[in-house]
Structure formats: C-alpha cells, structure tokens
C-alpha cells in the first residue's frame, strides 16, 4: 500500500524564523501516529503543511502520493480536526453534523448519532451557546465519523473532562479496529494517549528527534536508583539522559537498553531498576536537547 504522507527535507519559515526545519518522515497506512513536542515546536505547522493551509518555503510533501495544494483526490481523503474549530454562528449541532456528512464521502451517520448521544450533545443547540468542552466533542465526532483515511487531530479536547476523553479513546479505538486507517493525533496528554499510539514522531524546535515505533520506545531508556556512589559507578560510561538525587540517593536514567550485563552489574551494586515510559522519555529528551543547546550558544 502506499506511503500517505511522504515529507523529504520539508522546511517552513516565517520570515527569518524557521519553523520547521529540514525534516524528513515518512507515515505510513493503517497506522495511529502520535506528533509529539513542547509548545512552538512546528506540530501545528507540519500539519496545517500536510492538509495544504500552508506552503512549505522548501522541500517536498507528497499526501496520499501527490502534491496537496488545492488537490480534492487528497483533500476529500483527509479529515483535520483542530484545537479551536469555528462553524458559522447560526449552526445548531445537526446543521454542522449533516455539511460534514456532505463533506467526507466515507461518513457514517449511524456512527455520528450513537457518539452524539455519547458525548450528551444536545443536536438542536446553536453551536455558539456550546460550552468549550462541548465544542471539542463536535470536532471529534467529526473526526471519527469521517472515517476519512488520513484524518489529523490537533489537541482536539481543550475542555474536554476526563470521561469524555476516555470515550474518545475507546471510540477512536473500536472503530479503527473496525475500519482501519491513518491517524495522526498531536497532544501533550502523551501518557493518557501512548496506549493507542502505534509509532511517536517528536518535533523539537523544528526537527525531528523521534521517529519510532512506539513498541521500540518503550524499552528504549530505564531508570535506576540507589545508593549515590553505587549509582555513579553503574553510570559511568552509559548514557545518562536525567538525574535526580535526594539526600544520599540517587536515580538516574539511561537512554539505551537494559543488557544481561548491565542487569547483573546493577543487581550485584543492589541497584532498583524502573521502567521508563514515553511521557518521560520525551520529557528527558527535549529537555536535554535544549540543555545542551543552551550550553552551547
Ligand atoms: N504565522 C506565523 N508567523 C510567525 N511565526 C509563526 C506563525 N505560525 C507559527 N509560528 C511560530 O512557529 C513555531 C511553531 O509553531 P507551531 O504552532 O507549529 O507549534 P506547535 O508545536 O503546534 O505548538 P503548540 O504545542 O504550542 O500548539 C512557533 O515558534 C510559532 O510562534
């Protein structure tokens, strides 16, 4: 099957500053994609790049094989949902919900009311008298009953409760069971969402940090703590990604692999080993790569 979205030396820049920077990545079908990074890193702009809101200043993107610009073959297959979606003021729920039915040609109706009643969406309230977190759930319902095979979602749940994220994520995970297809979700709730994430790209400051299956990353780092002066001779020569000491003790975490050898050279020291999650992981990494920049310039 083809690659859907294909970005090779991609750049973009708004006047002096660039925003996306050189990156390359490839995402492939079938696959729920997590796009990962602290705030300003370019998650938004790589995506307003592959929906064609934005031209790239270099660099090529092909979506579903060809160029996006203002292509309907890709833009009908293509489902983007973002933070803070407006619909015009005199549209009741339904009034959004039936254009979105004309929009994407794999809508399914049934599967919309069932999540309408889901989400307690009132269908005959005007989209404006809509409290926040009920806002995000039309932009949801929108991306899951699209069934479109690339469908994109940026933070979608600003003010979403913590019960009807869940749903979301059960929902999200039901149907593409069901009906596979592409999705990109781009949040900072990485801990809540790495669950369903099959492979995680990270955005730092414009480049790529990350570009794993999730699987892989998962084993990827570890933590190990104990004694200060045990801990410092486990560390010595091993990849030391974050540290953190209180009194005598010390943990630190390893970005590389935990080895036979290693596992016996810390149960020997009596050393406690954690496992790392991505959350983490992605917090150590970007926080170090900006360490280290700032101590270079
Ligand atoms: N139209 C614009 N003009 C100038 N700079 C911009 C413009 N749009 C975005 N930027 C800058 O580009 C960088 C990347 O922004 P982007 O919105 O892609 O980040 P993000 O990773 O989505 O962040 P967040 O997680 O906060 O939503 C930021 O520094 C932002 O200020």
């Known amino acids: 099957m083809e690659t859907i979205v294909e ?14 920077d050189n990156v ?13 990074g602290r705030n300003g890193a370019g998650k938004t702009t790589i995506m307003h790049l592959i929906t064609a809101q934005l031209f790239p200043s270099s660099g090529e993107l092909h979506v579903f094989g060809e160029e996006p610009y203002e292509n309907n073959r890709v833009l009908r297959k293509t489902c983007f949902i973002k933070e803070s979606q407006k619909y015009p003021d005199s549209f009741r729920v339904k009034d959004v919900l039936d254009t979105a039915a004309m929009l994407f040609p794999n ?14 969406l009132p269908l005959k309230r005007r989209v404006k008298k809509l409290s926040r977190g009920m806002l995000s759930s039309v932009g949801i319902i929108i991306g899951l ?6 469908t994109i979602f940026d933070e979608p749940y600003l003010g979403l409760d913590a019960v009807a994220r869940s749903i979301f994520y059960e929902r999200l995970m039901e149907d593409y ?13 990485i801990d809540e969402v790495s669950k369903l994430l099959e492979h ?5 400051k414009g480049r790529i940090l990350l570009d ?7 084993g990827r780092a570890y933590t190990v703590s104990g004694p200060a002066a045990k801990i410092d001779s486990y560390a010595a020569g091993k ?3 974050h540290q953190e000491s209180l009194g005598g003790s010390r943990s630190i975490t390893i970005y590389e692999r935990l080895g036979a050898s290693d596992q016996k050279q810390a149960e020997a020291l009596g050393l406690q080993f954690t496992p790392v999650t991505i959350q983490q992981l992605i917090v150590y990494l970007t926080n170090q790569s900006t360490e280290r920049k700032e101590n270079l310039s």
């Open 145 to 150: 009953a699209s069934r479109a095979e690339l």
């Open 239 to 241: 990849k030391v990604i």
């Open 107 to 120: 809508w399914d109706d049934d599967f919309a009311k069932r999540l309408t009643a889901d989400f307690n």
């Open 177 to 189: 069971t069901e009906f596979p297809r592409t999705v990109i979700l781009s949040t900072h709730l």
């Open 212 to 218: 794993d299956e999730a699987d892989s990353l998962r």
């Open 7 to 20: 970005a090779r030396r991609l750049t973009k820049s708004y006047g002096s500053f660039t925003a996306v």
């Open 200 to 204: 995680v790209i990270v955005i730092n």
């Open 24 to 36: 390359s990545f490839a995402i492939e079908p079938n696959k729920i994609y997590g796009l990962l």
